[in-house]
């Protein structure tokens, strides 16, 4: 690994190994020897000066994760521009565990996916990343939070992690964040809330409850007021994906829910002339058609083209995905 921080100025020690206090039968002792001798030689780095992108995985969704502070020498190599990451334990742990944790990082481009992170992972990323700008990040589901990780070491305070972006993040271009598969065995907090001071992001993909804040029912008196999308989204937007929430809906429920979206895009349409680079919106629903004739947009604006498409999204190392429904509204003129 430490080839890949093109950095031979810098010294590395080896991590100790993990499993120091498990008793090894005699041909594993000297298999360890043999080991711990090579460790003692000189190694070439070659330091790969040109190396522009990096993609690293951690097996598939049952292989754990792997912390970041394993991956620290690509972090630190001078010329990388995009890092892929699959499997990835970004949480406090880890980056406590950074031994350059003031070294710059060059990344422009950052991708998680299946990763373990929190508000002190995106707050860490763009510290560190001052040259971003497209940072892309997907959780991983309970199968990767192994058991060396406390429970309350992995929380996600939606709230929190959209404070980030708004200290740190006024380089981001392109903003992806997608919390469905820890949602499905924990339970996120709070909402990004506005992202509007941002005046670089022009893409940004989230899921419209988490980023305004849920609709609230007239019975609520204690829940937040949602945010309308004209008075959340940066001036400079392009385009807008809302994921679907991956929730189970009956069917009255489903169809509140798609009105709900709808009418919220429809609102922010409206007041399109606030936002004059925006010439796409996608909205993720679930798979397969309405019932009753029921159209997944009923509305026309002028200037607008809706089109209604499945198509199969999600695929991951361990999964074929699913069908989803895309609802693309693109600007004409």
Same mark, same amino acid.
């Given at each position: 690994?430490?080839?890949?921080?093109?950095?031979?100025?810098?010294?590395?020690?080896?991590?100790?190994?993990?499993?120091?206090?498990?008793?090894?039968?005699?041909?594993?002792?000297?298999?360890?020897?043999?080991?711990?001798?090579?460790?003692?030689?000189?190694?070439?780095?070659?330091?790969?000066?040109?190396?522009?992108?990096?993609?690293?995985?951690?097996?598939?969704?049952?292989?754990?994760?792997?912390?970041?502070?394993?991956?620290?020498?690509?972090?630190?190599?001078?010329?990388?521009?995009?890092?892929?990451?699959?499997?990835?334990?970004?949480?406090?742990?880890?980056?406590?565990?950074?031994?350059?944790?003031?070294?710059?990082?060059?990344?422009?481009?950052?991708?998680?996916? @299946?990763? !373990?992170?929190? &508000?002190?992972?995106? $707050?860490?990323?763009?510290? /560190?990343?001052? +040259?971003?700008?497209?940072?892309?990040?997907?959780?991983?589901?309970?199968?990767?939070?192994?058991?060396?990780?406390?429970?309350?070491?992995?929380?996600?305070?939606?709230?929190?992690?959209?404070?980030?972006?708004?200290?740190?993040?006024?380089?981001?271009?392109?903003?992806?964040?997608?919390?469905?598969?820890?949602?499905?065995?924990?339970?996120?907090?709070?909402?990004?809330?506005?992202?509007?001071?941002?005046?670089?992001?022009?893409?940004?993909?989230?899921?419209?409850?988490?980023?305004?804040?849920?609709?609230?029912?007239?019975?609520?008196?204690?829940?937040?007021?949602?945010?309308?999308?004209?008075?959340?989204?940066?001036?400079?937007? @392009?385009? !807008?994906?809302? &994921?679907?929430?991956? $929730?189970?809906?009956?069917? /009255?429920?489903? +169809?509140?829910?798609?009105?709900?979206?709808?009418?919220?895009?429809?609102?922010?349409?409206?007041?399109?002339?606030?936002?004059?680079?925006?010439?796409?919106?996608?909205?993720?629903?679930?798979?397969?058609?309405?019932?009753?004739?029921?159209?997944?947009?009923?509305?026309?604006?002028?200037?607008?083209?809706?089109?209604?498409?499945?198509?199969?999204?999600?695929?991951?190392?361990?999964?074929?995905?699913?069908?989803?429904?895309?609802?693309?509204?693109?600007?004409?003129?």
């Amino acid at each position: 690994m430490w080839i890949l921080s093109g950095r031979p100025d810098l010294e590395m020690t080896f991590k100790a190994d993990r499993y120091d206090d498990t008793e090894l039968a005699g041909e594993d002792v000297e298999a360890l020897k043999d080991y711990e001798l090579g460790q003692t030689g000189t190694y070439a780095n070659y330091r790969l000066q040109h190396l522009e992108e990096v993609r690293i995985r951690t097996g598939d969704c049952t292989d754990s994760n792997t912390p970041i502070d394993d991956l620290e020498p690509v972090l630190l190599h001078p010329s990388l521009k995009t890092l892929r990451l699959l499997g990835v334990n970004w949480l406090a742990g880890p980056i406590n565990k950074l031994k350059f944790p003031n070294k710059p990082c060059n990344l422009e481009y950052l991708e998680l996916k @299946e990763c !373990l992170f929190d &508000h002190l992972s995106v $707050e860490n990323i763009l510290t /560190r990343c001052k +040259k971003l700008k497209w940072l892309s990040m997907e959780t991983a589901d309970a199968r990767r939070h192994d058991l060396s990780i406390d429970d309350t070491e992995w929380d996600i305070d939606l709230s929190k992690i959209g404070n980030a972006p708004r200290r740190l993040g006024h380089n981001l271009e392109s903003f992806n964040l997608h919390t469905i598969e820890f949602d499905n065995w924990g339970s996120s907090e709070g909402r990004l809330g506005s992202l509007r001071n941002l005046k670089a992001l022009q893409h940004l993909k989230v899921v419209l409850n988490n980023f305004t804040g849920r609709v609230r029912y007239p019975w609520e008196t204690d829940q937040e007021q949602e945010i309308p999308l004209a008075e959340a989204l940066p001036p400079m937007i @392009e385009t !807008l994906h809302l &994921h679907w929430d991956d $929730e189970y809906y009956s069917h /009255r429920e489903y +169809k509140g829910f798609c009105d709900n979206i709808n009418g919220a895009v429809f609102k922010l349409l409206m007041a399109v002339d606030g936002f004059p680079n925006l010439r796409k919106i996608s909205i993720e629903r679930y798979g397969g058609k309405r019932q009753n004739g029921e159209l997944e947009w009923d509305k026309s604006v002028d200037g607008w083209e809706v089109e209604v498409t499945q198509e199969h999204l999600w695929k991951r190392y361990s999964s074929s995905g699913c069908m989803r429904t895309l609802v693309y509204l693109t600007k004409t003129i």
